[in-house]
């Protein structure tokens, strides 16, 4: 069966230090795995998606992620945090081809201090 | 500009009654979704459309409804049924199932 688990409910930073959002799967398939973001009241927006090609991901607004198969994690990361970074974080797992559905990790909260 | 439009964003009800939540996408996408988001919980899926006219239930589907009779338009009706209506309510697509999501920007139900 296929699972998401995203390690931390809440992370904290300064501004212009790095941040790492973890998240970890369980499947028994090749999955694709996802990076959402979800700013306060509005819907979700795609940070990068990994799909078997690198497994270093690039996304947008200087955001990366890197597939690792053998610890089954796809942790975010980025450099230097921005303000502007401050949402929530959604890391999803799509079981591959028409096997099932997406499964959304529960979140993680990101807040950026000044 | 290509997305997803969910009207109203917030809506309020009396308990005991139904109520429509509106989705519609300009994006041509064949697949249409609807996920109910509680704090701390993630988002669950409700429904979702592959095609026209045809629709699955998703984890939550008891005390919804919904229809698929164009490809832009999804909605989702929550009925009476649904013991715990309030929450915020998301509709995406996508070009097909388990591609990434284009979400809206959802509707905030209060029931009380």
């Known amino acids: 069966a296929q699972s998401v688990t995203q390690l931390d409910s809440h992370v904290s930073v300064s501004e212009g230090t790095p941040v790492l959002l973890r998240c970890n799967y369980s499947?028994?398939?090749?999955?694709?795995l996802f990076w959402y973001v979800q700013h306060p009241n509005k819907g979700l927006q795609l940070l990068l998606k990994y799909t078997s090609a690198a497994t270093l991901v690039k996304g947008i607004n200087g955001f990366e992620a890197e597939f690792k198969k053998s610890e089954t994690s796809f942790h975010l990361t980025k450099p230097s945090a921005h303000m502007s970074d401050a949402a929530e974080y959604f890391c999803v797992v799509s079981p591959g081809g028409s096997q099932g559905n997406l499964i959304f990790g529960k979140g993680t909260k990101l807040s950026v201090k000044p | 500009d290509g997305g997803i439009t969910q009207s109203p964003k917030y809506l309020f009800r009396k308990e005991g009654q139904n109520v429509t939540l509106s989705c519609e996408q300009n994006?041509?996408?064949?697949?249409m979704y609807w996920y109910r988001q509680d704090p701390g919980q993630g988002l669950r899926l409700i429904y979702y459309?592959?095609?026209?006219?045809?629709?699955q239930k998703g984890d939550i589907a008891e005390g919804y409804s919904v229809s698929r009779e164009k490809k832009e338009s999804f909605p989702l009706t929550v009925t009476s049924a649904q013991k715990n209506p309030t929450a915020f309510y998301l509709c995406a697509s996508s070009l097909a199932k388990n591609s990434p999501l284009h979400f809206g920007n959802g509707t905030r139900l209060t029931v009380t």
């Open positions: 994006l041509n996408h064949d697949a």
């Open positions: 499947s028994s398939y090749s999955p694709s």
């Open positions: 459309s592959q095609i026209v006219n045809d629709f």
